[in-house]
């Protein structure tokens, strides 16, 4: 059955920012073959239809789906109580609906004969100071969106419900076969003490691996090809500074740009991450050697011997002297304004900021590229499977209605069960309808409907067969070729959704932070000022304000200052 999607990409770390501050990444694992799937995007959504009946049928002329336990309506209307953030985007909403009465948050009541009450609604840049607040004081609702560290404390606290009888039972097939798909990461993130204390959300991949994008008219011009290693990359970024790729006659090209957070996984526009990885170092995840054994990647050896090279780079000029104070706004400015052919960022780069960078010139023909590690092997820092978690405070009668609501939104989202399709605008309003607005995905989205767009190329898939949605990117796909950068907005889709998709398409193994580690350091009170030593200590060795073997008295003080207190804590 073909699906309908939810927005995500550029957006995803919007949503986080909304709903709460996002924990730490999940754990280390090689990649098999990406499972299928399909990408959300912010197409537009069929046409409104006419709501169905929902509990006013006789149970005997209810789908056989209604029947399940899943489904299933309770037999005596139950009062759920929530809370909520976003208001101030209320107006985007069709005329006469809000969040706390619209005509998906109907469906789901009337389906499963619940009413749902907000204890509060405010805005988005509001709602994490509002949630702290609520759990300090002890009177939570009956369920709500938390954080790692929330799950952490109210678990301790013996604050919300044991979940673990009602996952299989109540959770519909779809977002099982999404749990399934995480290897276990998903669930185990959620699990505490060998009880699954929340239901986890599964929104992987939105921002990583990170690849090099790389102008290729740029390379074309000086007779290059694209980088593979860092070797390369650095050649490139020297070429491109002395040999005046832009033929202006000006030495006024840059070769790498950066931004004073030298690495932020997993959505780092600029940053020095995969620089990183090509070392075998993993700064800022707590992951699991070889030997099982919790470790933190920014005080291993191997993000020394990164430390070093990129030293020598910015040493060399090859890096942008200002970088250590630039955000991304400022560093985008380079490539957008013709002056730089070499960015760092995730696969989706081109809808912003590329796009604007091939607006201004249609000859900038920037083409993405991974790089290899020392083993010759793509392996790459990932950002969470799992980062929130719907909880149930302690003590509510039916604790498995939550999933029951994320079965029925995840119908409503995905045109399932003959969900109705109300919202012309549904992708730009979905988090606002919903009463938990809360994202359970499919795994590697991207390299599957790269793959499909590029059978759809060859003539192997019929383009008939895609969703509404994936027809009016093919047909950009296709424009794009027929009349390459002409219009940046097709380009932007090509680049992302079939040339950078198809390069992850080939396989890569990941790092991801381990979940029970990702729920212990932000919690740890000297979590803040080991972070804070880290980042000054990484600034200071590339720009060479100290020398690289200063990464040993940092790599001490750290250790000293409760940093191995903390590991040692993730391994007991």
């Known amino acids: 059955m073909t699906k309908r999607w939810l927005l995500k990409g550029m957006i995803v770390m919007t949503l986080i920012a909304l ?20 990408e959300p995007t912010a197409t537009s959504a069929p046409a409104a239809v006419e709501e169905p009946t929902a509990t006013t049928a006789p149970a005997e002329d209810l789908p056989a789906w209604r029947k399940t336990d899943p489904y299933s309506a309770y037999p005596e ?76 404390q109210l678990t301790e606290a013996g604050a919300i419900e044991d979940l673990t009888p009602y996952i299989e039972k109540y959770a519909n097939a779809d977002i099982l076969e999404n749990y399934n798909q995480t290897k276990g990461v998903a669930l185990d993130a959620a699990t505490i003490d060998g009880k699954i204390m929340g239901v986890p959300n599964v929104q992987p991949q939105a921002d990583a691996p990170l ?66 990885n090509a070392y075998g170092a993993f700064p800022t995840l707590f992951y699991r050697n070889t030997e099982g054994k919790v470790v933190y990647g920014s005080v291993q050896p191997e993000a020394k011997e990164a430390l070093a090279r990129l030293a020598k780079m910015y040493q060399d000029g090859l890096i942008d002297p200002e970088f250590a104070t630039k955000n991304t706004d400022k560093s985008n400015e380079i490539v957008v304004s013709g002056l730089g052919g070499i960015m760092i960022g995730p696969w989706w780069i081109p809808w912003w900021p590329l796009n604007d960078s091939v607006k201004n010139d249609p000859n900038a023909n920037w083409q993405p590229f991974m790089l290899k590690d020392k083993n010759g092997e793509y392996t790459f820092s990932m950002g969470d499977y799992t980062y929130s978690y719907v909880v149930v405070k302690k003590g509510y ?8 609501i994320l079965n029925i939104q995840n119908d409503l989202s995905y045109g399932l069960n003959d969900a109705p399709q109300y919202y012309a605008n549904f992708n730009e309003i979905w988090g606002l309808l919903f009463p938990i607005p809360f994202l359970i995905e499919q795994p590697y989205v991207v390299e599957r409907m790269g793959r499909e767009y590029q059978q759809a190329v060859d003539g192997s898939l019929d383009p008939a067969t895609f969703s509404s949605a994936m027809k009016l990117e093919f047909e950009q796909i296709q424009k794009d070729m027929a009349a390459p950068r002409s219009d940046s ?84």
């Open 211 to 276: 690849m090099v994008w790389v102008r290729q008219d740029w390379l074309d011009k000086l007779g290059l090809k694209g980088p593979e290693t860092v070797d390369d990359l650095e050649a490139l970024a020297k070429a491109f500074m002395e040999n005046d790729p832009d033929g202006n006659g000006v030495a006024d090209t840059y070769g790498l740009t950066g931004t004073m957070n030298p690495v932020l996984v997993p959505s780092n526009l600029h940053g020095f991450d995969a620089i990183f």
């Open 489 to 572: 907005a097709n380009w932007a889709t090509r680049m992302a959704r079939l040339d950078a998709a198809m390069r992850l398409a080939g396989g890569y193994n990941e790092v991801r932070t381990d979940p029970a580690a990702g729920r212990i350091f932000p919690t740890d009170p000297n979590w803040p000022s080991l972070k804070k030593m880290e980042e000054e200590a990484f600034l200071q060795i590339i720009t060479g304000a100290q020398p690289v073997d200063y990464f040993d008295t940092f790599v001490q003080q750290w250790n000293e200052s409760g940093g191995t207190a903390l590991l040692e804590k993730m391994n007991q």
């Open 397 to 404: 009668a039916n604790p498995e209605v939550v999933l029951k």
């Open 19 to 38: 709903i709460l501050s996002a924990c730490a990444p999940a754990q280390p694992t090689a990649t098999s073959e990406p499972a299928a799937a399909e």
């Open 77 to 152: 209307k139950i009062t759920l109580t929530l809370v909520k953030g976003g208001q101030e985007n209320a107006s985007l909403l069709p005329e006469g609906e809000s969040l706390e009465d619209n005509r998906a948050l109907k469906y789901i009541e009337d389906t499963l004969n619940i009413d749902v009450q907000f204890a509060w609604v405010v805005p988005s840049d509001s709602y994490s100071d509002k949630l702290n607040l609520t759990i300090s004081s002890g009177d939570i609702p009956d369920a709500m969106i938390v954080s790692a560290t929330q799950l952490q």
